[in-house]
């Protein structure tokens, strides 16, 4: 049964959203104002949640959203570092969203119980995307879907990922621009733009800098995503 809530998620949350599986047991780590399973609660379109913060703070908020919106037999609330005080029975799909690439990969990395075919992983990083590939290529997670979103001025990559177990070979343009290489979407041309764009900053300040070799490297970058 869907209930009336009077907000509607950005862009980013959207995407993020679009990839959770209708009747889904959801957990959204690192939840903060926990705007997404609070969303998806009201329109009637996951079965529970579990919202969880490392922070007590951001906890409350979450706790105050859910209780606003009338969602409490639906999400509840849980303090934990990463996925370390959410059980297993309670997480089929989980969001980690807003969060550092690497900071996402160490979630994952000592969660065993995350290394299950059946688990679905909707990973939002703000920085290091080209980390939390690479760490997902090496650690046998398939990487099947990935789209771009723009939500207020930057742009954003989703990726919906599953374990199989498969360790992959990721050339330095799969870890740059992931799987939106191949998607002609104006969300996805952004977001290669934007990549394109940080790499040239960072070759000219490594130039002026004098680090002639760094900045070749990450010249080789560029010219592997130009191809
Ligand atoms: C920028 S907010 C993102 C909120 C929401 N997920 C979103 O995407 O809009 C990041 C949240 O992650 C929480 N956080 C940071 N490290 C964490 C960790 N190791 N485990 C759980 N939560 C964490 C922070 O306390 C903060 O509330």
């Given at each position: ?8 998620l950005?862009n980013?949350l959207?995407?993020c ?20 399973p ?7 379109k ?22 606003k ?7 509840s609330?849980?303090l ?5 005080n ?7 799909d ?17 969660t065993?119980?995350l ?7 909707i990973?939002?990083p ?45 050339s ?15 969300e ?34 560029l010219s592997?995503?130009?191809?």
């Open positions: 049964m869907s209930r009336d809530i009077q907000f509607t950005d980013r959207s995407l959203a679009s990839f959770v599986r209708e009747g889904t047991k959801l957990a959204d780590v690192g939840t903060d104002h926990a705007y997404l609070v969303k998806l609660a009201a329109e009637g996951i079965r529970c949640a579990v919202a969880s913060d490392i922070r007590i703070g951001p906890l409350e908020n979450a706790r105050t959203n859910i209780i919106y009338g969602v409490e037999d639906i999400v609330t849980v934990s570092d990463g996925l370390d959410i059980s297993p029975e309670t997480a089929d989980i969001v980690i969203a807003g969060m550092g690439g690497e900071l996402i990969a160490k979630i994952i990395k000592r065993q119980w290394y299950d075919g059946s688990r679905r992983l990973l939002q703000m920085t290091r995307m080209e980390s939390l590939r690479l760490f997902l290529y090496e650690n046998g997670f398939l990487i099947e879907d990935e789209k771009a979103c723009v939500s207020g001025r930057k742009c954003y990559s989703v990726m919906l990922c599953r374990y199989d177990g498969i360790i992959r070979e990721c330095k343009k799969n870890q740059y621009i992931g799987l939106l290489d191949k998607d002609k979407s104006d996805a041309q952004r977001y290669i733009s934007m990549i394109k764009s940080k790499l040239t900053k960072k070759i000219s300040g490594l130039i002026k800098s004098g680090k002639t070799e760094d900045a070749e490297y990450y010249n080789n970058i592997e995503i130009n191809a």
